[in-house]
């Protein structure tokens, strides 16, 4: 396998990498905070973008990355991309600038499920070395909730003695999950889920224009998931998701098992069948849950999503057993996850407990 045909787990598939990105969008907030401080002479050593997925953390990220190396204007965080350091950072040949990402096993190909303590071993060499041409020396952790525990007590050990003139950008999706002390030692950025004029921009920008406002809405704001859900067909697949609680209690089995026959292909480029089903079968009943406290959401996701979800969630009561068993669904492809079920037989199992809720 090339380098170029390398998975690269910081990379929503069908769409750019977020170095590629021309300008952040949506989250002038953040952005003012960051050229704040650096105007202040406060340019903090450890900078931690928070934020829903998909909402632009790594492409601020690397937007602060190209400002810090390129040297761009004080009250503005764009770069031109002609620059010459712009353009060695978006083809990862900056000797100033280091990632650390989830790596690829050798053996099989595939991306390893968490950063590795010799990534972080990397990376401290990257830092024990002079820079080519002098300057700031910046590294981008995505995502650093996905750290096992050795990288993250070597990656404390990092912030807690850095270098001069160094920067560490930690992209957290779910910052939880990172130990206190890695928190308290960087100044946080806060990211807001993309206002819909904002997604469409993102939409627009990267090519998906059909669909798109069914898209925002699915997506809670994420313009990476949107991406996702257009390059997996995941509008249609919400839409088999509808139809099929169209007549609860009722289920078409036959239809619930192709269902589940989809969650079970077997991963590909596009991502992972199971963990999309999941994720939508999750958005549904986040969305019905919802219905109940606050009317159907507007826009639809689906055709006659609305009237579905009315139907299923019309009070307070129903929104509190939706929401239990969002919850439930969630723990139970955690742990059929964790201990390898079979992706179809547990969508069945889960849509079949699904079809026993009390209406």
Same mark, same amino acid.
């Given at each position: 396998?090339?380098?170029?045909?390398?998975?690269?787990? !910081?990379?929503?598939?069908?769409?750019?990498?977020?170095?590629?990105?021309?300008?952040?969008?949506?989250?002038?907030?953040?952005?003012?905070? +960051?050229?704040?401080?650096?105007?202040? /002479?406060?340019?903090?050593?450890?900078?931690?973008?928070?934020?829903?997925?998909?909402?632009?953390?790594?492409?601020?990220?690397? %937007?602060?990355?190209?400002?810090?190396?390129?040297?761009?204007?004080? !009250?503005?965080?764009?770069?031109?991309?002609?620059?010459?350091?712009?353009?060695?950072?978006?083809?990862?040949?900056?000797?100033?600038?280091?990632?650390?990402?989830?790596?690829?096993?050798?053996?099989?190909?595939?991306?390893?499920?968490?950063?590795?303590?010799?990534?972080?071993?990397?990376?401290?060499?990257?830092?024990?070395?002079?820079?080519?041409?002098?300057?700031?020396?910046?590294?981008?952790?995505?995502?650093?909730?996905?750290?096992?525990?050795?990288?993250?007590?070597?990656?404390?050990?990092?912030?807690?003695?850095?270098?001069? !003139?160094?920067?560490?950008?930690?992209?957290?999706?779910?910052?939880?999950?990172?130990?206190?002390?890695?928190?308290?030692?960087?100044?946080?950025?806060?990211?807001?889920?993309?206002?819909?004029? !904002?997604?469409?921009?993102?939409?627009?920008?990267?090519?998906? %224009?059909?669909?798109?406002?069914?898209?925002?809405?699915?997506?809670?704001?994420?313009?990476?998931?949107?991406?996702?859900?257009?390059?997996?067909?995941?509008?249609?697949?919400?839409?088999?998701?509808?139809?099929? +609680?169209?007549?609860?209690?009722?289920?078409?089995?036959?239809?619930?098992?192709?269902?589940?026959?989809?969650?079970?292909?077997?991963?590909?480029?596009?991502?992972?069948?199971?963990?999309?089903?999941?994720?939508?079968?999750?958005? +549904?009943?986040?969305? %019905?849950?919802?219905?109940?406290?606050?009317?159907?959401?507007?826009?639809?996701?689906?055709?006659?999503?609305?009237?579905?979800?009315?139907?299923?969630?019309?009070?307070?009561? %129903?929104?509190?057993?939706?929401?239990?068993?969002?919850?439930?669904?969630?723990?139970?492809?955690?742990?059929?996850?964790?201990?390898?079920?079979?992706?179809?037989?547990?969508?069945?199992?889960?849509?079949?407990?699904?079809?026993? /809720?009390?209406?």
């Amino acid at each position: 396998m090339t380098e170029d045909a390398l998975p690269e787990s !910081d990379r929503v598939p069908g769409a750019p990498h977020p170095r590629e990105a021309a300008e952040v969008i949506g989250q002038d907030g953040a952005v003012r905070d +960051f050229l704040a401080a650096a105007q202040a /002479q406060r340019l903090h050593h450890g900078w931690l973008l928070t934020g829903p997925r998909g909402s632009g953390k790594a492409t601020l990220a690397w %937007a602060i990355a190209k400002w810090l190396i390129a040297g761009g204007a004080p !009250d503005r965080l764009a770069v031109p991309p002609e620059t010459s350091a712009v353009r060695r950072i978006c083809a990862l040949s900056e000797p100033r600038l280091h990632l650390v990402r989830r790596p690829v096993d050798e053996r099989t190909g595939r991306l390893r499920a968490e950063i590795t303590v010799d990534e972080i071993r990397k990376l401290q060499g990257f830092f024990h070395l002079s820079a080519t041409d002098g300057g700031r020396r910046v590294a981008i952790i995505d995502a650093a909730d996905e750290l096992n525990a050795a990288a993250a007590n070597a990656l404390l050990k990092q912030l807690e003695e850095p270098p001069q !003139d160094a920067t560490l950008l930690l992209v957290a999706h779910q910052p939880g999950r990172l130990l206190p002390t890695i928190r308290s030692r960087c100044r946080e950025l806060r990211l807001q889920p993309l206002q819909p004029a !904002d997604m469409a921009r993102v939409l627009a920008g990267l090519g998906v %224009a059909d669909d798109a406002e069914r898209l925002a809405a699915l997506a809670g704001g994420s313009a990476g998931e949107a991406v996702r859900l257009a390059g997996q067909n995941g509008l249609a697949l919400y839409q088999r998701i509808v139809d099929l +609680f169209a007549q609860h209690p009722r289920m078409d089995r036959r239809a619930a098992a192709a269902l589940a026959e989809t969650a079970g292909a077997r991963p590909g480029a596009e991502g992972d069948p199971f963990d999309l089903v999941v994720t939508l079968l999750d958005r +549904f009943l986040t969305r %019905a849950a919802r219905t109940g406290l606050m009317g159907a959401p507007l826009p639809e996701a689906a055709g006659a999503e609305a009237e579905v979800l009315t139907r299923l969630a019309p009070d307070p009561r %129903a929104a509190r057993l939706w929401a239990e068993a969002q919850a439930e669904l969630s723990a139970r492809a955690r742990v059929g996850r964790a201990v390898n079920l079979d992706p179809a037989a547990l969508v069945m199992d889960m849509l079949v407990g699904l079809a026993n /809720q009390p209406a």
